[in-house]
């Protein structure tokens, strides 16, 4: 059996502003791109390509506002369309845009089919349990 190597990521967002990845000690990055239908970060970008010219992993994600799930992703796909397929896309579910599995569901079964490509959802370990993600746990 093959030992599995751990990863060190991070999650950045505009919070981070300025972070410079040169000097981060990390395998991985994840970086806010969208939220709602509203908010296009432009930092996301630049982090990617550094991401890109360093050869570390990445990704990049949606935050959930609680609105209209198929509408957010679109407006994700919308803005993020070149990244599907190169990087991971994420779904970023918090507290703040908490609408039910079902809604979650909306958003990233119609980002699939958009892009064919699968997210990751990303939670606190309280939100996995605190709803069922058995109808999204299978994808």
């Known amino acids: 059996m093959e030992a599995m190597m751990a990863?060190?990521?991070?999650?950045?967002?505009?919070y981070q502003r300025g972070l410079d990845l040169d000097v981060v000690p990390c395998d991985f990055v994840?970086?806010?791109?969208?939220?709602?239908?509203?908010?296009?970060h432009?930092?996301?970008?630049?982090?990617?390509?550094?991401c890109k010219r360093l050869g570390k992993l990445w990704g990049f994600y949606h935050f959930l506002a609680g609105l209209d799930p198929v509408k957010e992703a679109d407006f994700f796909v919308d803005n993020c369309l070149n990244y599907?397929?190169?990087?991971?896309p994420v779904l970023d579910y918090e507290m703040?845009?908490?609408i039910g599995t079902a809604g979650a569901k909306?958003?990233?079964?119609r980002v699939y089919e958009r892009t064919k490509v699968r997210c990751v959802?990303?939670?606190s370990r309280s939100v996995?349990?605190?709803?069922?993600?058995?109808?999204?746990a299978p994808n």
């Open 106 to 109: 909306k958003f990233l079964d």
């Open 128 to 136: 996995c349990t605190e709803e069922d993600w058995s109808a999204i």
């Open 30 to 40: 994840i970086c806010k791109a969208t939220e709602g239908y509203s908010i296009v």
């Open 96 to 98: 703040y845009g908490r």
């Open 84 to 88: 599907f397929g190169e990087g991971i």
């Open 42 to 50: 432009d930092c996301c970008d630049p982090w990617i390509q550094d």
């Open 121 to 123: 959802v990303y939670m």
């Open 7 to 14: 990863l060190n990521g991070i999650d950045i967002s505009d």
